[in-house]
């Protein structure tokens, strides 16, 4: 168990639905990781926070968004669901920020999200 | 941007033998090497990581090694066990910053 927690496990819903994910970090970090799993595109970075502020931004689309609470939960929002957002999603925490050396990032269980 | 080629894609060996995994990047300012294992219906599980300042290291069955100059790093595993099977994927970081980017994966299939 990483101590990084996300709900809900599994998500069904239909195409131009929104769902909201979300992801509890490790106690004491303070930032926090997006990714989406998908078969043909592997694991991709989303989106980063750290300490309520957004960091870096990877391969997110405009209909996607997520924001980090002041108690450092973070959720993903998903939009206009298509076909091809069905994917697993992964939040990963980590202590802080890369001044120099990055920082351990430890992954949640997962949301399984499926879109009819 | 950073870009990681993870090879092989699916690797089966008999339980004792030895596994390697091979990955290169692209970005040479890269700092940061994790190696994650995957089991089926669960989140990646950090299981080793090397920094750019350490050619080699160790952790039991598992070892990590580091060729700045070539770009390439590897993942080795003794005396495999059928609880190894499951999917690795190396990471770098991207031009110094904590984000990852991924390799895409070696299924690892450890017969008894």
């Known amino acids: 168990d990483s101590g990084v927690t996300q709900t809900p496990k599994h998500l069904i819903t239909a195409t131009g639905q929104r769902v909201t994910l979300r992801c509890s970090p490790r106690s004491g970090d303070l930032s926090v990781y997006w990714y989406q799993q998908s078969l043909d595109q592997g694991l991709q970075f989303l989106i980063q926070y750290y300490n309520g502020e957004e960091r870096a931004k990877g391969n997110i689309l405009e209909r996607f968004s997520a924001q980090q609470f002041p108690d450092l939960h973070s959720e993903l929002n998903l939009s206009s669901l298509e076909l091809g957002d069905s994917a697993l999603y992964f939040c990963?925490?980590?202590?802080?920020?890369?001044?120099?050396?990055?920082?351990?990032?430890?992954f949640g269980p997962g949301t399984r999200l499926t879109v009819t | 941007g950073e870009n990681v080629e993870q090879h092989p894609s699916t690797l089966s060996v008999q339980e004792g033998d030895s596994a390697v995994i091979k990955c290169t990047y692209s970005?040479?300012?890269?700092?940061?090497f994790p190696w994650y294992k995957q089991e089926l219906g669960k989140g990646p599980q950090l299981i080793i990581d090397i920094r750019s300042n350490v050619g080699e290291k160790k952790d039991q069955r598992i070892a990590v090694t580091l060729n700045k100059t070539a770009k390439h790093f590897s993942l080795h595993i003794t005396e495999t066990q059928p609880e190894d099977s499951a999917v690795y994927f190396c990471a770098a970081t991207f031009s110094g910053y904590s984000t990852l980017t991924f390799g895409k994966g070696t299924m690892l299939l450890v017969s008894p």
């Open positions: 970005d040479s300012a890269s700092n940061y």
């Open positions: 990963a925490s980590s202590i802080g920020l890369a001044g120099g050396f990055p920082y351990e990032q430890y």
